[in-house]
Structure formats: C-alpha cells, structure tokens
C-alpha cells in the first residue's frame, strides 16, 4: 500500500466527453504529482502540486487538461472534450521529497 | 532522441542469476536517479533512489550511478520469479520536481 488511492480504476468513455478522475492520498504529504503513461512507454510528468498550489505544469498539459487540489488534500484531474490521443493511465503520485514519490494504482482512460 | 534511454527487452534470465538493467542519459544536468518497479496495471513502485556517484546497496539490489558516463544501473542479485516486472529508471534535474522516466525494461525470472 502506496498511500494513495485512485478513482475510478477504469473509465471508458466516448471522444468528446468530459471526464474527471480523483486521487487521495492517505497520508498528509504536502506534495502530489500526475503523471501519464501509455503502453511501453515510461510515465511522463504532467503536473506537481505543493499543497493546493500548482506550481509545475508540463507542455503536455493542454488547454483541455485541468488539475485541482483543493485544500491541499485530494486533487482531480479532468480532461475535456477526450481524444482518442488521451487514452492511457494517468497515475497520481504522493511525496515527503520530489525523490520520494509514491504512486498509486492508477486510473485507466480508454476513449472510443 | 530521448533524454533517458532504456533497452525496453524483454529480458529474460533463470531464477538464481544477477540481473542487470541499465540506462542512459543525455542531459548532465540530472544529478537525482531513482528505479521503480511495475508489475502488470500496478502504479509503480519506488525501489531506490541515490544522488550520488558511486553503489548504493539496498538487500538483493544495488544502484549504480557513473556521471562521468551519463550511465546508471541496477543490479539484482539471487533473483527470483517474483522480481519478474517492468523495471523503469528515473531521474531529475535539481530545484526540479518532476521525474524523467525511461521506457522500462521487461524482466522476466524463469524458475
């Protein structure tokens, strides 16, 4: 057990339609990250929070990706109008230290 | 060309041997290297993590880290069937917070 949970686990969904995946981490770490990985590949950084600050944000975060940490606890993650492009798992990482970084289990996104 | 190379394998070796999973980097700039490792639609998980050059050793796994070569390795001694995963490198430039991850390399222990 990571310290993180992610919901929902599996999400398909039509091209077009919004969706919106959530991560709570257990613990009271300050830091949180997401991360998408897509089959063979290595996860790749989207977003870091430190508490409910965004304070890094990847080229790979387009104008349809949003990320939120309110009250610097759990945080979501919405994709508007998906692309079949989007399929792929994002994961969701806690982290005492950016060298420290737990993950959990992931969301798998498949867009038809 | 990637900033991390990792040979993606499959790799595949008989329980008991020393395995060795490497990768190397173009951006001198990362002094942070960490390996996780990721069984089958798992997150993966946080294995080692070193900032230095030179052998870390943690029970079965040692890290390696050669800067002058912008080559790191992980080496796992007695391996067994359940260390059969997707071992993934990664690093991190420093005042940076993300990681910077290989493609994983496919590691299968055979009984």
């Known amino acids: 057990d990571t310290g993180v949970s992610q919901n929902p686990r599996h999400k398909i969904t039509k091209r077009g339609q919004n969706v919106t995946f959530r991560c709570d981490p257990i613990s009271e770490h300050n830091r949180l990250y997401w991360y998408r990985q897509t089959l063979g590949q290595g996860p790749e950084f989207l977003t870091y929070?430190?508490?409910?600050?965004?304070?890094?944000k990847s080229r790979l975060l387009s104008d349809r990706f949003s990320a939120e940490r309110p009250k610097g606890s759990f945080s979501t993650l919405e994709i508007q109008r998906t692309e079949q492009g989007d399929s792929a798992m994002y994961l969701c990482a806690r982290g005492p230290a950016a060298d420290t970084q737990y993950f959990g289990p992931g969301t798998r996104l498949t867009v038809l | 060309q990637k900033e991390v190379e990792q040979d993606p394998g499959p790799l595949s070796v008989p329980e008991g041997a020393i395995v060795s999973l490497n990768c190397t980097y173009s951006n001198s700039a990362f002094q942070y290297f960490m390996w996780y490792r990721q069984y089958s639609r798992k997150g993966p998980e946080l294995l080692m993590y070193?900032?230095?050059?030179g052998n870390k050793e943690d029970g079965r796994f040692t890290a390696q880290v050669d800067k002058s070569s912008k080559y790191i390795s992980l080496f796992i001694r007695d391996s067994q069937p359940s260390d059969s995963a997707t071992y993934l490198c990664a690093m991190r430039v420093q005042g940076a917070q993300k990681l910077v991850f290989g493609q994983g390399t496919r590691l299968t222990i055979n009984p």
């Open positions: 929070f430190q508490n409910e600050a965004q304070l890094e």
């Open positions: 070193t900032y230095s050059s």
